[in-house]
């Protein structure tokens, strides 16, 4: 039966290209129905087969379905001479790996690059989707959840929850492959998001600056599995790196566990915790930077001593020693080469008056504050609304962003960061 596709998630670009990573199990043979749908969508399809791959399905079924030739081996001259591993992982807008069995999840937790899919992974810059397939028992297996754990805590990775049902071999539970048309529309949707959010060129406002940006969350290890965080996405700090970017500006974005894609022309740094975010941030200043924009939402604590094991259940009461953070925007205030500080307020509650104490008691140049109690804009929302707050040496009043996308919103900061500095 022939899938009815929603027309208005179909991306406008026909050239964005998927690289399809099929690796060992039964579900491979929804693989190849999942090529046509990407197809249907107008995408523009290439495909790895791992070695246990063939064994289920062959490289010709996916080449006549892709209309591109299959790749299979890492060290193979002809397609060296052709599309290598390393233009392979140039080429990709977006690597889905479907299925990934278990073997593979635990390889590329591991960060192994022993075969043409692996190392493709490690050589991309491209977002990697994992839709897992496997036994029931084996996704509950620990170990699995273990290897799922390590490869979700990096940014670039998603991890697409597997369905429940009957399987292959007669079990029933989780670990099913999702049906091809539902993860094809997940990645047409994800295309058409990013089309709808993509900022136009602006005036070079910052042209000759270099900006850094620090967006997203910490994570503040409790032991090896669990940690303490914030439901920051992200958004609004990436979003400030591409208009950055489009008025002209050097843009480093210093960012925690977020799976979003890094803007165009823009410098990435990944970290995880407020240490490495000082770190990084320091070595920015250090090296020279204009402006400092702290939109991430940095952890207040940390645990005084993290767990070398996984925390055992005991008793009906746990409790954790936390001890204060690093005041990352204030050491950076601080700093013998101090930039242009912008600094950012999620309030919940008195507002203006928070962000005004906090714009004299850091020391910044200036402010942006929002209500995260409201539920259509902050955390995790493709909208904001901000009250932008200036030094008073700069005698510019305060300015009221009104609900818009982040992408809108964050041209406007631009150019009250250029105002301040014209």
């Known amino acids: ?61 996916f080449q006549a379905l892709s209309a591109n030739p299959v790749h299979t081996d890492l060290l193979d001259p002809a397609a060296e001479a052709g599309m290598g591993h390393i233009e392979l992982a140039r080429w990709a807008d977006l690597i889905l790996i479907a299925p990934a069995s278990a073997n593979t999840l635990a390889r590329l937790s591991a960060g192994l690059s022993d075969d043409l899919l692996s190392t493709v992974v490690l050589a991309s810059r491209a977002p990697v989707w994992l839709a897992p397939a496997m036994n029931q028992q084996m996704w509950a297996n620990a170990v ?69 940006i620090t967006a997203g969350p910490t994570r503040e290890a409790l032991d090896p599995v669990r940690y303490v965080s ?27 566990p977020v799976v979003l894609p890094t803007p165009e022309g823009v410098t990435r740094i990944n970290i995880q915790s407020a240490q490495e975010l000082l770190d990084h941030c320091l070595q920015a200043v250090d ?73 004299k008691n850091k020391k910044l140049d200036m402010i942006a504050c929002n209500d995260v109690s409201r539920s259509d804009i902050g955390f995790g929302s493709d909208d904001n609304a901000m009250t932008v707050f200036f030094n008073e040496q700069y005698h510019l009043d305060k300015r009221v962003l009104d609900k818009a996308p982040k992408t809108k919103i964050a041209m406007q900061l631009v150019e009250s960061i250029a105002a301040a500095n014209s």
């Open 1 to 61: 039966m022939n899938a009815v596709l929603d027309q208005t998630s179909t991306p406008k670009n026909s050239a964005q290209r998927i690289l399809l990573g099929v690796t060992g199990g039964i579900a491979a043979y929804k693989s190849a129905l999942l090529v046509r749908r990407l197809k249907e969508y107008g995408f523009d399809v290439r495909v790895i087969l791992t070695e246990g791959a063939q064994a289920f399905i062959t490289p010709l079924t």
């Open 144 to 212: 699995t959840q273990r290897n799922i754990s390590t490869l979700r805590a990096f940014p670039h990775f998603k991890v697409i929850e597997p369905a429940a049902g009957e399987q292959a071999c007669g079990d029933v539970g989780m670990g099913r492959m999702p049906e091809p048309e539902q993860l094809a529309k997940q990645v047409a949707d994800y295309f058409s998001e990013l089309a709808h959010h993509r900022i136009e060129p602006i005036k070079p406002l910052l042209a000759g600056k270099h900006v850094v």
């Open 230 to 256: 914030n439901h920051s996405s992200g958004k609004m700090g990436f979003a400030l790196a591409e208009a950055c970017h489009a008025a002209g500006a050097k843009v480093t974005l210093i960012a925690g």
């Open 287 to 359: 090296a020279g930077c204009d402006v400092f924009v702290a939109t991430a939402a940095v952890a207040d604590y940390r645990a005084a001593e993290v767990a070398s094991h996984k925390i055992k259940k005991s008793g009906d009461q746990l409790t954790i020693h936390l001890v204060k953070n690093p005041d990352i925007v204030a050491s950076i205030a601080q700093h013998a080469k101090r930039p242009f500080m912008v600094g950012f307020a999620a309030e919940t509650q008195n507002m203006e008056e928070y962000a005004s104490n906090k714009l």
